[in-house]
Nanobody
């Protein structure tokens, strides 16, 4: 089992930046990749960014070019930095971890972009 705890959400003004953190615990040796997804009210869940255990990254089109995902393998923590935030970035952001056999998700952290 893997437990995920997200932090760093909140209210941000348009044009601002935020950094989300996701700390994994438990059977972290089994994790193949970790990432972030988000879901806004009335919309489907969408990929924000994923990073593999080897360091390869994938970004969703909506944040490409203004976000960076990184990991601290010693601390079993993944970070997501998003710059130039827009109101349409408002959503619940979920941390996600995958092993060969299982997928784990955190409880989510609300990000609201508003003036």
């Amino acid at each position: 089992q893997v437990q995920l705890v997200e932090s760093g959400g909140g209210l941000v003004q348009p044009g601002g930046s935020l950094r989300l953190s996701c700390a994994a615990s438990g059977s972290t040796f089994s994790i193949d990749n970790m990432g972030w997804y988000r879901q806004a009210p009335g919309k489907q869940r969408e990929l924000v960014a994923v990073i593999t255990s080897g360091g390869s990254t994938t970004y969703g089109e909506s944040v490409k070019g203004r976000s960076t995902i990184s990991s601290d393998n010693v601390a079993n923590t993944v970070y997501l930095q998003i710059n130039s935030l827009k109101p349409e970035d408002t959503a619940v952001y979920y941390c996600n971890a995958r092993s060969l056999t299982s997928t784990y998700r955190g409880q989510g952290t609300q990000v609201t972009v508003s003036s």
